[in-house]
């Protein structure tokens, strides 16, 4: 095994390890945030008018009774063994009460990510050249990054749901029991919002790498050597930051992800941003802390592959680190 694959292999280890830690890092905290959750669960469910007696036998029953430390192995353990607990508002299993709005958010979070990332790719080539198409790019992607997610989506309702053209529903009201793809029309306003929320970030980030790719010596001297902007882009600039590129693509899902609860919230979609909110408003706490943590989980592992690319394509940035 030569060195460089020795090397390879130490980082990838360790960044699969601090993965993992990180992961359970964050579970801890998952955990003791929604324990800190203002309000009695066991009167949350059984009303003002429950008496001592019924609020001690609820308790006990939910294992609330214990010593936090056992609260939280038991709720590892079940997560680790596929239980993921049932819902203290609705009586379900977490599970199945989760199923269809999970894919309901990876559709709309899927479709908007397959957009952005070619998307994102070729604005940013076009912005890197500089002339009126970076002028424009960029007037459009700072102006994007000034507005809050439930703004964004707000003003594409104004302008295609109800206000000027009236073209597509302005909200998505779905049975919470049905899969989204069944009705396409009312994907496309939320899916839309969301490929605006992460595309100038994914935009910007490409074109500053090109630029500073186009900087360097090799690139200027393949242009004293006749080569077109063209050429010098996508010859010699784009290959040499496709492992920086990759590692933003990771935060672009981060974006996603991170307006998952927003957009929902303002179309009403089905999804597990909305079923979020509801379960903190009716304190239901297993349904946060699944919905937390896998939405934690997925976070992290994008990020470790990610990271990995961008180790395993860029020499630079391996020995670097």
């Known amino acids: 095994m030569s060195r460089t694959t020795q090397v390879s292999t130490r980082l990838i280890i360790r960044r699969v390890l601090t993965g993992v830690a990180m992961l359970v890092t964050v579970s801890v905290l998952v955990f003791v945030a929604t324990q800190a959750l203002p309000g009695d669960i066991a009167r949350t469910i059984l009303g003002q008018n429950a008496t001592a007696e019924q609020l001690t036998q609820l308790r006990g029953e939910l294992g609330l009774d214990l ?7 038991h709720w590892a353990t079940g997560l680790l063994t596929g239980d993921l607990g049932t819902s203290l508002a609705s009586g379900s299993p977490v599970a199945e009460l989760l199923r269809v709005r999970v894919l309901n958010s990876l559709t709309v979070v899927l479709i908007a990510l397959v957009i952005t990332l070619p998307l994102g790719l070729l604005l940013g080539l076009a912005a890197a050249r500089r002339g009126p198409a970076d002028v424009g790019i960029s007037a459009a992607v700072q102006t994007i990054l000034s507005l809050p997610e439930f703004v964004v989506g707000i003003v594409l309702v104004v302008l295609f749901g109800g206000g000027l053209f009236r073209w597509l529903p302005p909200t998505s009201p779905l049975d919470p029991r049905q899969l ?9 306003l939320p899916i839309a919002t969301m490929v605006l929320i992460a595309l100038p970030h994914l935009v910007e980030a490409t074109k500053t790498l090109l630029r500073e790719e186009l900087a360097s010596d090799y690139v200027r001297w393949a242009r004293l050597s006749g080569l077109g902007d063209v050429r010098l882009l996508t010859g010699y600039a784009l290959p040499n930051v496709l492992g920086p590129i990759s590692q933003v693509a990771g935060v672009t899902v981060n974006y996603l992800l991170g307006g998952v609860v927003a957009v929902e919230t303002v179309f009403a979609f089905p999804g597990i941003g909305s079923e979020l909110v ?10 946060v802390q699944v919905i937390a943590i896998g939405i934690a989980a997925v976070l992290l592992v994008t990020f470790l592959i990610a990271d990995l690319i961008g180790l395993l394509t860029n020499p630079r940035l391996r020995r670097s680190r």
């Open 67 to 73: 010593p936090v430390w056992q609260q939280y192995l």
């Open 278 to 287: 509801a379960a903190v408003a009716a304190r239901d706490i297993v349904v």
């Open 180 to 188: 989204a793809w069944n009705q396409p029309r009312l994907l496309i």
